[in-house]
């Protein structure tokens, strides 16, 4: 049937967003000072904090909540224990937790708190520290919190630490205590097991000393480029060579709800302009074996962000950093951590990916760890479409391979719904292709429900009326049902709530002199609005639509160069539903969805051939 896929295009055009109307909305506010003087020969340093916290919810606050992710480097930790007790554990992590030595370890140690400059009582278990407020925060008040800490960075062995396999010498995220978050839902404590980050917007200043020959990439904008040069200077500008021993780094951060930074002695640091007078900044390790990669990354990320712009909606940062360092890819505020030492294709994936997340997480601030299908799901769809452009891969469709992970994962009988809590799977595999693959067809998926130009207007209004804030998945199908007019609570529920699966298919094609009727059965339990592709004898091609009911209203028709014919209504408790084809042409071949965006689990009885 690959002749009904020749010459199907979809077309996304553009769209001016409407402005966001949610009254009873609120989100907390932090504003962080903080200090950190690093010892890089012990991997230890101290560091000060200082937290303005705004409540801005209708509750009085007795009490908060601190995420010291540190202290999961430890032998017996949950994150330890899980990792040996899961049946197919992380390769990077296995048992090495249990294998840290003292000063291998991670922790972070408070040796101060206070509350508006009274001590305050704390309790720490494993990554998680509960204070009990000396002072309640009434609603629409702000506290100072202050609080000095001891830490020791952890051999890498997940995302953050000392001496990855790349020789990055200090890859430095999730390093600071860090208040959770407390939204409509409550108090987000999570402890860290493994995976998955939901923070709270504000800003960020950080000073960071360290020897005076380690470059600093991260967060924030470098406030004092003439003080410490390395790559930060820009035309025109001296660098006051200073004095031997260490620098003093200053950054800032505005809205944004974390904050990272890695440094290595030996890194290439390189920038590039990228769209909008945004600056790109390159570091990696000064290894000739890498450094062209490297080198012709920068284009390519350039031209990523520019599809991000012009697919999502127009990065708000001046700089984005693209950091080697940590153990494969994980994304930041304003940057990323990624592994450089990779073939080119997979370097340009890998920064796509992530580039990607600086919507689909740092701007459209999900709550990871109970929505994890809307970062990764997401990303994973948007980093496809970039790279099938961007590398000119030329795919005809570049989500097929999340296609056939979800396939896979439908049919094992060990499918747990978008739902789970990401740390509460019961595989690393299982997360892996719900966040990844059935989080990506969710979005393909829709397309295919309420048109590719619908959907590509649905993310723009989406990151238009959401960006900064904290969106839920109710929030997304609500974006989709105002931009298409369409009732969608249906999809949202049965793909992200369930593991209801799509099966449809042609049960009985029967011919009678000029007449042909055609039954077909729905078999799955999840409902979905019906493209039947038609082929007759004479070559020519009609397209027969059957809108689901309970969705009120008809997608435009996908290609406007095939006729188009609009069935009634399919009611989804029947079980079938048949119709007649009367225009005096003989019937060839029939096929339900022939572009394959719906996730039909049994594709076989989609397809009706004469004999
Ligand atoms: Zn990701």
Not at 97 to 115: M, R
Not at 320 to 333: K, L, P, R
């Amino acid at each position: 049937m690959k002749q009904l896929l020749t010459g199907f295009f979809f077309i996304a055009i553009s769209f001016s967003a409407f402005a966001q109307n949610n009254k009873c909305y609120w989100q907390q506010e932090v504003d962080y000072k903080m200090t950190v003087d690093m010892d890089v020969k012990t991997f230890q340093y101290k560091g000060t904090q200082e937290l303005k916290y705004t409540n801005n919810s209708p509750d009085t606050l007795t009490k908060v909540f601190y995420h010291l992710y540190f202290n999961a480097f430890q032998p017996g930790s949950e994150m330890d224990v899980r990792s040996r007790t899961i049946a197919d554990p992380d390769s990077r992590v296995m048992d090495r937790i249990s294998k840290l030595s003292p000063s291998e370890i991670g922790y972070i140690k408070p040796t101060l708190f206070t509350q508006d400059g009274v001590a305050a009582n704390y309790t720490i278990k494993g990554t998680v520290m509960q204070v009990l407020l000396n002072k309640p925060i009434l609603p629409g008040e702000s506290t100072v919190f202050n609080m000095n800490w001891d830490a020791q960075v952890p051999l890498q062995i997940r995302r953050s630490g000392r001496d990855s396999s790349e020789g990055v010498a200090l890859t430095m995220t999730q390093w600071y205590p860090k208040i959770a978050e407390y939204d409509f839902e409550g108090w987000h404590a999570d402890p860290y097991i493994a995976r998955e980050f939901y923070s709270v917007w504000g800003d960020y200043d950080v000073t960071i000393t360290i020897d005076a020959d380690y470059t600093i990439g991260g967060t924030g904008y470098l406030q004092n480029p003439a003080e410490v040069g390395h790559g930060y200077t820009v035309p025109g500008q001296k660098w006051m060579k200073p004095k031997k021993g260490k620098y003093t780094w200053h950054f800032l951060a505005p809205d944004v709800h974390d904050f990272a930074w890695a440094a290595d002695d030996e890194y290439v640091h390189d920038t590039y302009p990228g769209p909008n007078g945004v600056t790109l900044h390159f570091f990696y390790k000064n290894d000739p074996e890498i450094a062209e990669n490297w080198k012709n990354l920068q284009p390519k990320t350039a031209a990523l962000m520019e599809f991000f712009n012009e697919h999502i909606g127009e990065y708000p940062y001046e700089q984005y950093s693209v950091i080697q360092g940590g153990d494969g890819g994980m994304e930041y505020a304003i940057c990323t951590m990624i592994t450089g030492g990779r073939e080119f294709g997979s370097l340009v994936g890998v920064t796509a990916h992530e580039l990607a997340h600086s919507w689909f997480q740092f701007v459209l601030a999900t709550n990871e760890s109970k929505h994890e299908w809307m970062d990764e799901g997401f990303t994973s769809y948007i980093s496809d479409e970039a790279m099938n452009y961007v590398m000119e891969e030329n795919k005809p469709n570049p989500h097929a391979g999340s296609y056939r992970s979800y396939f896979y994962m439908a049919t094992s009988g060990a499918e747990q719904p978008l739902t789970t809590h990401a740390d509460r799977y019961a595989t690393n595999r299982s997360y892996g292709i719900n966040a990844y693959s059935k989080g990506s067809v969710f979005l393909t998926q829709l397309g295919y429900v309420i048109g590719p130009e619908n959907l590509s207007k649905t993310l723009k209004r989406y990151y238009s009326d959401f960006k900064f804030k904290h969106p839920t998945p109710n929030d997304f199908i609500r974006t989709a049902e105002k931009v298409s007019g369409f009732e969608l609570d249906w999809y949202l529920t049965d793909w992200t709530q369930t593991t209801n699966t799509i099966d449809y298919g042609i049960k009985a094609v029967e011919s009678e002199g000029e007449s042909t009727k055609v039954t077909l059965e729905r078999i799955g339990l999840m409902p979905m609005p019906i493209d039947l592709y038609v082929t007759y004898e004479d070559g020519s091609q009609e397209l027969f639509y059957i809108p689901l009911r309970m969705m009120w209203g008809e997608k435009p028709n996908p290609f406007t160069e095939l006729k188009r014919t609009v069935l009634e209504d399919w009611p989804w408790a029947y079980p079938t539903y048949t119709f007649e084809i009367k225009n005096g042409k003989k019937v060839k071949n029939m096929m339900i969805d022939a572009t394959r965006r719906m996730a039909d689990i049994n594709p076989e009885n989609n397809l009706w051939e004469v004999k």
